[in-house]
């Protein structure tokens, strides 16, 4: 099978005045579809930088980039942005979820950009089947403000969805949670790969990382380890031990 | 992006800052209002002067005679004794598209009548003096050719010659005295009220030119010649035909007469409302862009404000396109809504001048058309360099934006 995303010795300069600082030197990486991948590495490693490379927010300066056997290391913004549109869902740190809007409203937001039109009834429709996916249909109406951080990480792993994406980018989502909803995403994330969402993940959690099956590490814009995860943790039952542990907690 | 879409989003943005909204608005309200407020007060006032000027009558073009001197002593216009009936006759026999022709001898005069008196303007004309001057007659008939041929001894008199020495009573088929000569009164003018110049038009009485001339002046030429053209496009050809053709009959190396058209006489009427409104418009024009600049003011801050949405539109797959199209449509949506509120203000504001002053006021729909437009068009302008800006911002950068 082809591989979704496909670096070869990709290469990111940035001129900063008279120095150039070279964020990533060389990358050179297949992700086959349904993978679960984890790039961690410590600040300045360039996993950032690979993140918005891969998420076409950014264009390498040195190397290719095929994303679902598309040259996308030569488009201008525009083409990107439509690249954006159709094969990339992203989840950020922040949620980045458009505040007093409802949750039904930011999951349909990507659609409106899309080439084809879609009427305003089958935007909902997709819409509340992503929703759906994530454990969310019964808050569709609810502004970010009325919702938990876990439930915002949600909505916004619902509207990285709606396109039905080759890819889902998340860059650090479980950053701003507490460990147990954390593991609750790692479990939203878990299920949508075992649908067959190929997921890219950057984090700098060991933790987090381990429910991937996959991981690599990045240091000074260069790949040090690229191995599968030992011991894989199950999110359902992570949370189950979880449970069982603080239930003991409150019995003692 | 679709086509309502946009409006939606510019529509949910909007709301989410009332009151910002509604004062960025307030500039445009403001201008937009003060512009058609002025223009419906400039209007109303030479609609009014418009008016006065076609009650004078229809197409008319006007024949003055110059001014002569007399030992050293300069006349004024129209009493040089060179135009003639004459004159009249071959205007109406010789240029095209003249209609009605009326030779006029003018004078003040006492008049007894009812054993009352008055004085009043004795005007000799032609029959087809009402027609030129779009008059009616409200009682009795017009004196007719053939009282002009046997130089009659009829009048037709206005409405407030009737008022002072007819109380109460039918004036047509009684006598009047002018000079001590007994004219029979055969008609009753309607009311046609002051001209331009203030003048009661109605205070008057009018009687067959030659009548006039021969039995009250006693002079062989007239003041004056009125003249009405077919149209209003014929006008100016009808001024130029009868200025060749006077030159032609009175052979003067300067002209003795001068022709004048209404058309001439609006122009001269109009031209101070022209200027007042001119100025107003421009007066209004300036808040209008100070209005402008509010908007654009707002929608910068409102652009950096919102840097992490945009990063966020972007990176779902939002073009440079959609990014500028929306924040534009904010733009517009702002003055055009601005526009709206400020041509209802405009109106009411006028409507209550005009209540205050009595003065009439009328708000042109070319204005509501150009008020509309020029609103639209300074969202289009002011909110362009903010939606530029908005789309140009790299969604890196803007995603990282705190």
Not at chain 1, 49 to 74: E, K
Not at chain 2, 228 to 251: G, Y
Not at chain 2, 331 to 337: N, R
């Amino acid at each position: 099978m082809n591989a979704v995303i496909k670096l070869s010795d990709i290469h990111k300069t940035y001129r900063t005045g008279e120095v150039d600082v070279h964020a990533v030197r060389g990358v050179t990486l297949d992700i086959a579809p349904g993978e679960f991948v984890a790039i961690m590495g410590s600040s300045g490693s360039g996993k950032s930088t690979l993140m918005n490379m891969i998420g076409c927010l950014d264009r390498p300066t040195g190397g290719s980039y095929f994303l679902d056997g598309l040259d996308v290391s030569t488009l201008d913004r525009d083409q990107r942005a439509k690249i954006r549109n159709d094969k990339i869902g992203f989840v950020f740190q922040g949620f980045n979820l458009l505040s007093r809007t409802t949750a039904l409203e930011n999951v349909e937001m990507p659609m409106l950009y899309n080439s084809q039109r879609i009427s305003p009834g089958e935007q909902k429709i997709r819409s509340t089947r992503s929703l759906e996916l994530v454990g969310l249909a019964d808050r569709a109406n609810h502004k970010p403000n009325q919702l938990s951080g876990g439930q915002q990480q949600r909505v916004a792993i619902a509207r990285a969805l709606v396109n039905q994406p080759s890819l889902l980018l998340a860059d650090e989502p479980t950053g701003n949670l507490d460990s147990q909803t954390s593991i609750e995403i790692m479990g939203v994330f878990q299920k949508l790969n075992d649908a067959g969402i190929t997921i890219v993940m950057v984090t700098h959690e060991l933790d987090v990382a381990r429910y991937t099956k996959r991981m690599i590490i990045l240091r000074d814009g260069k790949i040090l380890t690229d191995e599968i995860v030992p011991a894989r943790l199950n999110a359902e039952a992570e949370l189950k031990k979880l449970r069982l542990a603080q239930e003991a907690v409150k019995l003692a | 992006m679709k086509f309502f879409a946009p409006f939606r989003l510019a529509g949910r943005a909007l709301r989410r800052n009332k009151m910002r909204s509604l004062l960025t608005m307030l500039g445009v309200i403001i201008g937009v209002g003060s512009v058609i407020a002025s223009v419906s007060i400039t209007t109303g006032a030479s609609k009014q002067v418009e008016d006065k000027v076609a009650s004078l009558g229809q197409n008319i073009v006007t024949v003055f005679s110059g001014s002569f001197s007399s030992g050293g002593s300069r006349s004024g216009w129209g009493n040089a004794p060179t135009l003639t009936v004459d004159d009249a006759i071959a205007i109406k026999n010789e240029v095209a598209n003249v209609v009605a022709v009326s030779p006029e001898v003018r004078d003040r005069m006492q008049i007894l009548a009812n054993g009352l008196n008055w004085n009043t303007a004795i005007q000799g004309e032609s029959p087809d003096y009402p027609q030129i001057r779009d008059w009616d007659i409200a009682d009795g008939a017009m004196f007719t050719d053939a009282d002009v041929r046997s130089i009659a001894k009829v009048a037709v008199i206005g409405k407030t010659v009737v008022d002072q020495l007819f109380i109460n009573e039918d004036p047509v088929g009684q006598t009047l005295i002018v000079r001590n000569i007994p004219f029979k009164i055969v008609g009753v003018l309607e009311s046609k009220g002051f001209n331009l110049f203030g003048q009661d038009q109605d205070d008057v009485v009018i009687i067959p030119y030659t009548s006039h001339m021969r039995r009250i002046a006693k002079r062989t030429f007239v003041s004056s010649i009125m003249v009405q053209a077919a149209s209003k496009d014929s006008i100016t050809q009808v001024q130029e035909d009868i200025n060749t053709l006077m030159r032609d009959r009175h052979k003067s190396a300067e002209p003795d007469f001068t022709v004048r058209t209404q058309l001439e006489l609006m122009a001269m009427a109009t031209s101070t409302t022209r200027i007042m409104s001119v100025l107003l418009a421009a007066i209004a024009s300036v808040s209008l862009i100070v209005g402008g600049i509010g908007i654009m003011n707002i929608m910068l801050v409102s652009v950096t404000e919102r840097t992490r949405e945009i990063g966020i539109r972007m990176a779902v797959g939002a073009r440079g396109r959609d990014i500028l199209i929306q924040f534009l449509i904010e733009a517009v949506t702002l003055s055009a809504a601005g526009g709206i509120m400020g041509i209802a203000l405009g109106m009411t504001a006028a409507k209550i001048t005009s209540q205050i002053t009595g003065w009439p006021t009328l708000t042109p729909f070319t204005w509501i058309g150009i008020a509309c437009i020029s609103s639209a068009a300074i969202g289009i302008v002011s909110g362009f360099y903010p939606a530029w800006k908005a789309s140009r911002l790299d969604p890196i950068e803007a995603l990282r934006y705190e």
